[in-house]
């Protein structure tokens, strides 16, 4: 008796736990990771603990002394979206990425001549959110916190109209309006689980 006790209760307590841990993942996929209010998006936090998908480089040197947005962009995205997108291939509504600027600094190191990261420059955001851009291609509006001398940042941004970032991104993303084209992460990471994270296949693609 004493024993089928114990049983029963090892039987409670897992189920307890399956439960808690579908919920914990269910509330990790609606979290949101941005706040928007009065048609303005706060400035968004902590991404740079998100998920890291890589860096594009438009060096000014390259474009003229002002390339549209200057130096390196070091892309991230939000931890719920990158499950989803590991998970099943697809952006998730309620996406958020965001794009930080980091200028050129040295272009020598010890390592060979090249390009390497300096300081922080500007910050830029896309979301994804069927409730807040329901008229938006994609649902996908555009932000930039960005201030004209690349010193400091707006504490909020409106979003642009489609035609000054939403059409570009239509007409030449390779996947729902973002760059996977240049981001190696979310590249090998479309759909592919565990696969996803990192280490744990031998052949690089
Ligand atoms: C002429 C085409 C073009 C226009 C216009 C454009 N973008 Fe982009 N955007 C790109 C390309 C190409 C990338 C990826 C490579 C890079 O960052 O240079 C990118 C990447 C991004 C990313 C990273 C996530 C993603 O979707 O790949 C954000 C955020 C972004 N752009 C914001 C903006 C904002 C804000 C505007 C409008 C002010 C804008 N873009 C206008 C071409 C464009």
Redesign the pocket.
Known sequence: MQKMKLVTGGLVAMTVLALQSVSSSIAADDKQYFNIANGELARPTGYREWIYVGT?V?PNDMNDGKA??PEF?N?YIDPASWAHWKDTGKFRDGTI???ELVSVGAKSATSGNGYFEGDFLGL???IKSAEHFPDEPGNWA???FSTPDHKSLTSSAKA?PAE??N???QA??ADD????Q??PVLRAGKGTGMDAIGGVKSELP
């Open positions: 594009p438009t549209a947005f962009h892309v990425l965001i794009k830029e955001a896309t555009y932000y930039s642009f000054s970032c059409a570009c991104h030449s993303a309006f973002v760059f996977t240049y981001y």
